[in-house]
């Protein structure tokens, strides 16, 4: 079982490590994620805050989401890398973005939310639990973002 994983932006000012795997890993569709992607969806690996370490000045984008929840997306200055994101509807938890990881093995794919907003041409994943717009509450605290 591996121990954790690493990532950074593209310049490599901003590096972070977490001590933790993946607690739940989304692919959202949704338009602000789609948004500022660069495609059609975003892919947030949930990380419990403690687990996670940075080094390096991170901007960030605040915008509330449909739930009314605060979303803080981090990018890094310099370079407009995308690096991770917290929502208010799930204090302690961080959403790091697919995109700045080291190893991109460390995505393992288990949920696809907003999934009534993807386009035409996204691949949606049959064998993934996939929800049209936020699954219930239930299934919603390790979920990133929205
Ligand atoms: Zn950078
Ligand atoms: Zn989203």
């Known amino acids: ?7 950074g932006c593209l310049c490599g000012a901003v590096r972070y490590e977490s001590a933790s ?6 692919h959202c569709h949704c338009e602000d994620c789609r948004r500022s992607s660069g495609t059609g969806h975003c892919t947030h690996l949930a990380i419990p805050e403690e687990a996670f ?12 989401a449909d739930s009314g929840n605060m979303v803080r997306r981090g990018f890094c200055p310099s370079c407009g890398s995308p690096l991770y ?10 959403a790091i973005r697919a995109s700045s990881l080291d190893d991109l093995e460390t995505v393992k794919p288990q949920m696809v939310v ?7 041409w996204e691949h949606i994943d049959k064998d993934l639990t ?3 717009e936020m699954p219930p509450n239930a299934a919603r605290p390790a979920i990133a973002r929205t």
């Open 1 to 7: 079982m591996s121990s954790g994983f690493t990532g």
């Open 21 to 26: 795997e993946p607690r739940i890993t989304v």
């Open 53 to 64: 370490s940075i080094s390096g000045a991170v901007t960030f984008f605040e915008r509330a």
């Open 85 to 94: 994101s917290t929502n208010s509807g799930m204090p302690g938890m961080i």
């Open 114 to 120: 907003y999934a009534s907003r993807a386009a035409s």
């Open 130 to 132: 996939a929800f049209p």
